[in-house]
Each structure stands twice: as C-alpha cells, then as structure tokens.
C-alpha cells in the first residue's frame, strides 16, 4: 500500500455490558445516574484493531486518530484509546443530548475530512442503542465502501481483505482505501491499557469541540413515545429427572 | 390563508395514507428466504400497496415465487450482476433511486445481514434516519423495537418523509406460500457507480439440520459442554433426536466448540423456536437477549443459582453429561 494511513476510530461511552439497565421512573428513558458507564464493547475492538495494524505496518500508519461524541466524561474513553495506543482525540462534547445515528454519521464525515482519514473503523453496533447504522451511513455519505461485522482484516498490497461474518457463515471482500470497517465481536481482544500507558496517554492530543462546532441539523428523526420492560415470563418450575421433564414437555406438545 | 394551509396539510396526509411500500426481498437462488417472508408481513401490515424488489441474476426467477403472497401490486426485478454478492454498495444506491424517483412512503428489509448492511446506507442516502429491527407495528409511523440486549422496549414515531424500517423476522410471522397471483414483473435499471471494492470468496457451514432462526426447536451450548468433543458427542445427537436447529452461546464459539454463524444473543441471531433447550448456559443478559422470547425455554444446569432459570418454563437442575444423554434416549423413544 503506497498510501499512507490515517485511520480515524470513532468510540462510544455507554453503560457498562455487564450491567441490567433500569428504566426511569418516567418510562421515557433508561436510569442513567450513579450507573457504570465503560467503551462500547465493539468500539474497544475497533481501536485494538487500528492499533495492530499501525503495530504490524509501522511504516503505513501515519496516525490512530479517535473521536469521541458524548457528554464530558467520555473523554475517558478517548484516554483509555489514547493510552491503547491511539496518538490523538477530539471530543464533540454533546452534553445530555443523544446524537442520532445519521447525525452521528454526518458529524464524523467532517471529522474524517479534517483528519484526511482514508480508514475509518467503528464497532458494529453500540449495545445501548443496538442501531447497528453509523459505519454503513457513514459509507453512504463520504461513497466509500464499506466492510461490516469484520471477523478479519488483512493488508496485502495496496488492498484491504477483510472476512465478514454473514448470517450462513463468512465471506470475503476486497477493497482499495478510502474504507469504512465495523468490528465483530471475534475481531480481536483488546488489550488493557497500562498504567504508565495512562499517564502518558494524558500527555497526548484531545481536541474540544461543541456540537454547535458542527453544521448539523440536530432535531430528532425518530420521537421516543415511551421505555417500558418488555413482557416479563412468568415464573416456571423445576422438575426432579428427566422422565419428568420429557413428561411436561408431552403434556406442553412441545415435543 | 388559514384554509390553503389546511388543505395543503390534508392533502400530505392523504398522500402519506396512501402511499405505498417498498419491500426488499432476498432470495436463495429460486428460493424466497424466510426472514423476506416475515418482513413482507409487516409490510402488510402498514396498511399499503406492497411492491416487491429483487436484485440480481435468477431474480426473476424467484419472482415467481412471490406469487404465492397474496396481496403485492407489483414486482421490481433489476437482474444486473453487480447485485449477485449483495454488495451494499450498489444495493443501497438502487433502492435509494427506486425510493427518490417514486412515491413510496416506506420501505421494509429484514433484518438480516444483509438488511443491516444495506438499510444504514440507504438511509445516508436519502437523508432518513431508519427504525431498525422492529418487532411491532402500531400504525404506519409509530413503531416498538427492543433497545439494550431487549432489555427495554421503546416506541418511536418517524417524523421523516419516507419511513425506512427493518424488521425482526421472530417478531413476525411469514406470509404464507398458498396463493396463485400472477403479479406484474417490472424491469429497472439502476445507475451505478463502480466502487474499488470486489466480493473474493465466503465460507458457508453446510448443515442437514434445519435453519437457526427458524427452527421450531433449538437446542443450544454453552460453556458447560468444556470442549469441542463435548459439544458434538452432547448437543448434536439431542437436536437429531428432536428435529432442532443447533445454538450456542458467545463462550462457546469463542472457545471453538462450533462455528460462529451458531451464536444465539444480542450480537448473534436472535431466535424464538416454540421450544428452547439451553444447556450449560448460566444465561448472560447478551445470550437472553436471543432467545428469551421463544415460547417454551428448558434449561439443564448445574448451578441452580444460574440466571437462566429465571426465564426457564422448565428448570433441572443437574449433570448435563447425565442428564443430556437420557433425554436423548427418551424424546427418541
């Protein structure tokens, strides 16, 4: 690849995977106070994966750049990518506001710009919202291709192979640069960063932007009517052996 | 003044009641895919005329299948070759140019691999924010769609022009294949502009057991089975016994005991069989997130304190390497 690579990782602070999120007592919004918050787990991926490739291709890799749209204290998460690896950070500081995907989308197409990125890679999905959008639309506004759900990336030449996972298996495609990339959860396995590597993370760039910094039209597409638990199972029972269970099950006709 | 106003607010009305939807359908060679079948019922369901598209060679032959569904208008088939390894780079700009250049009100895609890779990118195209994986239609812009592992149900309402939507296939039922219509086959020709990327190969696991998302009965693996051996001697003879489609849990794929494309939860396939078994599954909210709405869920473990008895209909408590192999003799028998 003759092209030197500015690859830009777009990350997402979100309540922590572990946790059951609870619904407000308003029923319009998930409890977001005094909650663990962590990176998206896909977005981790992503930012391990940019950090392999400037590792294995020093040479190519001109910077790992990662943008950050959140309230303030997602500037962690961008000094925890810093600290994996990442040399500079841009948070758009979006407050109490939640970005939809496409807003999400046109606000990283200018950041791309910016930082003349030609490989831009994002988790596949945040597990707060579950959209699964941002990566495919922000492929569709910059007309890049795009490799979803990767399972594998590969630099050979002046191509970038990744294997895809697909609903009956897996499937390869090829692309030149400029590319969009979404992880899969099999991508790889982030690394913890170190403590050193935290102090001297806190050294390296972070740019503060405001949403206002953005020529985007912000009001929401999609209006939240309501947030209610899905319906609960009711409460079932445990059987002693299997002539039992088998038993149930004939009497459910489930078998 | 007031009355322009009002019957140029009526008449945006009446063109929204009677527009129509666009429903992408993907098709196994000749074979309608199961997941389409379920997305075009909720296409029925916004009340509209429904026209079919297909892309790609042999489209128009799996067309014909479409006449089996009753209640479509038309069939869109472009059978351009771009679209044979359903690229969303040329599928997105043909829908977004069928979407533009007509008055569809909305367009409907499963959400499959497949959808979830094109209807994004449709939605940058036409400026529209999508509603993506829905599982319930309350009218034409107010739809249910599971937020954080399903773990909260929210109801959004579209205030965009055009409504885009993908639709989880469990949460509908497909249209069934008992009609005979001959419905009107139309050719169109997309632009489309070459992008640098190329399909290379792909690695399809081949299997005699029905289909995951469809399977009227999965049994699924989890971390309790400790190996590969395990998982084959354990899991696979019980899904014989019962006709099942095979599952596992995150652990177990990554642990390498079956193939990736057999993941059950958030990030995998979401399934809802009439009956679930879960064995060696302690029940993380990701692995519920795919299956807790299955109709009957039986869980075989050992730790009676696992989560997955919180959603079991039918709980035993017990050695999987005991328990399982007698179910199997038993459901056999």
Not at chain 2, 143 to 164: C, E, W
Not at chain 2, 205 to 231: D, H, W, Y
Not at chain 2, 266 to 286: E, F, N, W
Request: proline share 5%.
């Amino acid at each position: 690849m003759s092209t030197k690579l500015n690859i830009l990782v777009p990350v997402k602070r979100v309540i922590d995977f572990a946790l059951k999120p609870r619904i407000n007592k308003a029923g319009t919004g998930i409890e977001k106070t005094g909650v663990k918050f962590s990176i998206n787990p896909f977005c981790d991926i992503a930012v391990e994966e940019a950090v392999r490739i400037k590792e294995a291709h020093k040479s190519l890799v001109n910077k790992i750049h990662v943008v950050s749209i959140g309230p303030t204290k997602a500037q962690d998460v961008l000094r925890q990518s810093l600290a994996k690896g990442a040399d500079s950070s841009t948070h758009i500081d979006s407050g109490e506001q939640e970005v939809e995907p496409l807003n999400v989308a046109k606000i990283l197409k200018q950041v791309a710009e910016k930082n003349e990125s030609n490989l831009i890679i994002l988790g596949k999905q945040s597990i707060d919202d579950d959209s699964n959008n941002t990566g495919q639309m922000l492929a569709g506004l910059l007309n890049w291709p795009q490799a979803t759900n990767a399972a594998k990336v590969e630099i050979k030449d002046d191509e970038v192979y990744v294997t895809r996972e697909i609903d009956g298996g897996e499937e390869t495609v090829k692309s030149k640069l400029p590319l969009i990339i979404t992880t899969d959860l099999r991508l790889n396995e982030p690394r913890f960063a170190s403590l050193p590597n935290m102090m001297k993370a806190k050294k390296k760039p972070l740019e503060k932007l405001k949403l206002k910094d953005f020529d985007v039209d912000l009001s929401a597409r999609l209006e939240v009517l309501k947030v209610e638990e899905p319906a609960a199972r009711e409460a079932g029972i445990k059987v002693g052996s299997v002539d039992e269970l088998v038993a149930k099950l004939k009497d459910l006709k489930a078998i | 003044m007031f009355s322009v106003t009002r019957s140029q607010f009526v008449r945006s009305l009446a063109a929204k009641r009677f527009g129509s939807t666009l429903a992408f359908v993907e098709a196994n060679g000749s074979e309608i895919s199961s997941a389409s079948l379920s997305a075009l019922n909720a296409a029925k369901q916004l009340g509209n005329p429904v026209v079919a598209v297909l892309l790609g060679s042999g489209s128009k032959s799996a067309a014909s299948q479409l006449n089996k569904v009753e209640g479509l208008s038309k069939i869109l088939v472009s059978e351009d070759s771009q679209f044979d390894h359903q690229l969303p780079e040329y599928i997105a700009p043909a829908i977004s140019q069928l979407i533009s250049n007509n008055d569809y009100s909305h367009f409907v895609t499963s959400a499959t691999a497949v959808g979830k890779n094109v209807l994004p990118r449709v939605g940058a195209l036409l400026d529209v924010q999508p509603v993506n994986d829905i599982i319930k239609v309350e009218d034409p812009t107010t739809f249910k769609r599971p937020i954080y592992a399903g773990n909260a149900i929210v109801t959004v309402k579209s205030n965009d022009a055009k409504i885009l939507l993908s639709t989880r296939s469990t949460a509908f039922e497909a249209v069934p294949l008992t009609a005979s219509e001959s419905y009107p086959v139309e050719e169109f020709t997309p632009t489309l502009e070459k992008l640098p990327v190329e399909w290379v190969s792909e690695n399809l696991v081949k299997s005699e057991r029905p289909e995951l998302t469809s399977a009227k009965i999965v049994v699924s693996g989890g971390r309790g089975l400790k190996s590969k051996e395990n998982f084959d001697k354990y899991i696979f003879p019980l899904a014989d016994a019962l006709h099942a489609g095979v599952g596992a849990t995150r652990a177990a794929v990554d642990a390498g005991y079956v193939d990736n494309s057999l993941q059950v939860g958030q990030t995998g396939k979401v399934v809802a069989p009439d009956l679930y078994i879960a064995v060696g599954i302690s029940g993380a909210i990701q692995h519920l997130a795919g299956m807790k709405d299955s109709k009957t869920i039986v869980a075989i473990n050992k730790d009676e304190e696992a989560p997955i008895f919180n959603v079991a209909d039918l709980g035993l408590v017990g050695d999987l390497f005991e328990v399982v192999p007698e179910l199997t003799e038993k459901v056999k028998a």
